[in-house]
């Protein structure tokens, strides 16, 4: 356990200081772009009252209120979010491939460290989830400042309430932000499904060279189809499984999936891995 906590340590360490940037890129262009929007509909909203001679309620009656989900769309908030993802997309390649084409081929230096080698692979599997959860809770805290600003700038009679889970916000935060906690937990352990199984197909193309790539495809195409197996059975036999049945097959091919990943990552860390 200890040197699983010091290899996490190390892997968050390596990439800390771009996650900064990566957090200072987010804070400054969100905050930043809350304060633009918000004045400048408060300018329109000010300069056609003033024209037609309408009172705030004859504007609002015309024009509407201003929603928080306008903000939202604007390339200030979004933009940086899919830059986030993309990066860390990346990253999880980039956290193998580093330690094979980096200075000093480092993998040498992991592989020969005095422990299980799938450590290595637990502690760059958590380091990934651990910089996503941040990241997610780093966005909540903003949403809630970004909320006092609109509300600063725009009074609260030209606004319209806002909510994460209201129909007209953008349909990822259902998926960034479930409200329940079975929710939660079923959305983020596929996504660590879904990088367990890049891992484990990074470990198949470093195993065995250029016919590793064809195994890593064949590997990742084979993991999916197992995964989707549930969800077809349920499109195709219509009523004929009960939503808890289906629920309980799904997570049967979840842990199936996620423990051949396991396991075969261990057999190819032990047996297979070229460094």
């Given at each position: 356990?200890?040197?699983?906590?010091?290899?996490?340590?190390f892997?968050?360490?390596?990439?800390?200081?771009?996650?900064?940037?990566?957090?200072?890129?987010?804070?400054?262009?969100?905050?930043?772009?809350?304060?633009?929007?918000?004045?400048?509909?408060?300018?329109?909203a000010?300069?056609?009252?003033?024209?037609?001679?309408?009172?705030?309620?004859?504007?609002?009656?015309?024009?509407?209120?201003?929603?928080?989900?306008?903000?939202?769309?604007?390339?200030?908030?979004?933009?940086?979010?899919?830059?986030?993802?993309?990066?860390?997309?990346?990253?999880?390649?980039f956290?193998?491939?580093?330690?094979?084409f980096?200075?000093?081929t480092?993998?040498?230096?992991?592989?020969?460290?005095?422990?299980?080698?799938?450590?290595?692979?637990?502690?760059?599997?958590?380091?990934?989830?651990?910089?996503?959860?941040?990241?997610?809770a780093?966005?909540?805290?903003?949403?809630?400042?970004?909320?006092?600003?609109?509300?600063?700038?725009?009074?609260?009679?030209?606004?319209?309430?806002?909510?994460?889970?209201?129909?007209?916000s953008?349909?990822?935060?259902?998926?960034?932000?479930?409200?329940?906690?079975s929710?939660?937990?079923?959305?983020?352990?596929?996504?660590?499904?879904?990088?367990?199984?890049?891992?484990?197909?990074?470990?198949?193309?470093?195993?065995?060279?250029?016919?590793?790539?064809?195994?890593?495809?064949?590997?990742?195409?084979?993991?999916?189809?197992?995964?989707?197996?549930?969800?077809?059975?349920?499109?195709?036999?219509?009523?004929?499984?009960?939503p808890?049945e289906?629920?309980?097959?799904?997570?049967?091919?979840?842990?199936?999936?996620?423990?051949?990943?396991?396991?075969?990552?261990?057999?190819?860390?032990?047996?297979?891995?070229r460094?």
């Amino acid at each position: 356990m200890k040197n699983y906590l010091k290899l996490v340590n190390f892997e968050v360490s390596r990439f800390f200081k771009f996650y900064l940037i990566l957090i200072g890129l987010t804070t400054f262009s969100q905050l930043i772009g809350s304060i633009i929007i918000s004045q400048v509909y408060m300018k329109n909203a000010k300069q056609v009252m003033a024209e037609q001679q309408f009172s705030m309620k004859q504007y609002i009656e015309k024009y509407g209120t201003f929603s928080f989900y306008q903000f939202q769309q604007s390339e200030w908030f979004l933009l940086p979010i899919f830059l986030c993802i993309a990066m860390l997309m990346i990253y999880v390649f980039f956290i193998w491939y580093r330690d094979w084409f980096g200075k000093n081929t480092f993998i040498y230096r992991l592989l020969m460290l005095p422990t299980e080698r799938i450590t290595i692979y637990f502690a760059k599997l958590t380091a990934i989830m651990l910089l996503v959860l941040g990241l997610i809770a780093l966005q909540i805290v903003l949403i809630l400042i970004e909320k006092q600003i609109v509300n600063s700038i725009i009074p609260i009679d030209f606004q319209s309430s806002f909510s994460i889970y209201d129909k007209n916000s953008l349909e990822m935060w259902g998926w960034l932000y479930p409200n329940t906690f079975s929710d939660f937990i079923l959305i983020y352990g596929v996504g660590l499904l879904l990088v367990a199984v890049l891992f484990t197909a990074i470990l198949i193309e470093r195993s065995y060279g250029l016919k590793g790539i064809f195994g890593a495809i064949l590997y990742g195409l084979l993991s999916l189809g197992v995964f989707f197996v549930p969800i077809f059975l349920a499109n195709f036999y219509t009523n004929y499984f009960y939503p808890l049945e289906i629920f309980l097959l799904e997570l049967v091919a979840c842990i199936t999936v996620l423990g051949s990943a396991i396991w075969y990552a261990n057999h190819l860390l032990k047996h297979k891995i070229r460094v």
